[in-house]
């Protein structure tokens, strides 16, 4: 698709496990599907992102597949583009390792104040935003240079709520660091949307969770499409993404609507810049 603008969007929420690498990862796939050209950039060391997407990878081109140089490599040769890597047709990939974690160390030697370091991923992403229509930032669920780089890059942030309390009190927190960041570094992004990942389908739990989330952040700024429990997405982390029966199908379908949303509410906030 031709791309006017590019938006960037950080998924995140600070306690662990809530799905955010799950959903980032779908929607790009989903987005891609649409004819949406989508970077996705993994910056969390755990690499799960890059693990997921090199299976699917795999899949698709039937050989094993590998990268010659990280995330981390490619940032202390201030070249992202060098890592650039083609996942499937509009899906592409900016890997990451386990060296990753040396980022923030990376930074102290690098520039001697805050602003600087927090602006510097930003500077990085800047060339690639011509070629792309989203890029999408997978982060660890931590307050670290590294969230806060990504989050300083970033146009929009969803924020993923698993339906249990802790990950509830993660949304609160992250919300409100999100502010303190605006403030600090006059920062300019905005929460596209809370989107609700059921623990357990319809259980009594997850219900509550969803009607304090909605007095907590306001009904109309949760996702309508909620993300059901799907057995199938952890196949997928040891198989990569497939489409070949009806649970992959089912899984697929249930993004497809989730990415929907999400441009809608992406052209509700900024315009006609985006095709729905």
Do not use: W
């Amino acid at each position: 698709m031709a791309n006017n603008s590019c938006t960037v969007v950080t998924f995140g929420n600070f306690k662990g496990g809530t799905g955010k690498t799950t959903n980032s990862t779908m929607i790009a796939y989903s987005l891609a599907k649409m004819g949406y050209k989508v970077l996705l950039s993994d910056q969390d060391p755990q690499a799960n992102a890059t693990s997921l997407y090199l299976k699917t990878k795999a899949i698709l081109s039937d050989d094993i597949v590998s990268f010659e140089k990280t995330l981390m490599a490619a940032i202390q040769a201030e070249d992202l583009s060098s890592i650039v890597t083609e996942i499937k047709d509009n899906l592409f990939l900016l890997p990451s390792f386990s060296d990753f974690a040396l980022y923030p160390k990376f930074l102290e030697k690098k520039f001697p104040n805050d602003i600087d370091r927090v602006q510097y991923f930003s500077s990085l992403i800047e060339p690639l935003k011509a070629e792309f229509d989203f890029i999408f930032i997978d982060v660890p669920p931590t307050i670290s240079i590294i969230t806060d780089s990504a989050l300083y890059a970033s146009d929009f942030v969803v924020v993923v709520l698993q339906t249990h309390e802790r990950s509830l009190q993660g949304a609160e927190v992250f919300t409100t660091y999100l502010q303190s960041l605006i403030d600090e570094y006059e920062a300019d992004m905005d929460i596209l949307g809370i989107l609700p990942v059921l623990l357990k389908n319809g259980a009594p739990v997850d219900v509550a969770t969803l009607e304090n989330a909605k007095e907590i952040f306001g009904e109309h700024n949760l996702f309508k499409t909620l993300v059901k429990n799907m057995e199938r997405l952890k196949r997928f982390d040891i198989t990569g993404i497939t489409e070949d029966d009806m649970h992959d199908k089912r899984v697929i379908t249930s993004y497809d609507a989730v990415a929907k949303e999400f441009l809608e509410r992406l052209q509700l906030t900024v315009g006609d810049e985006k095709n729905v």
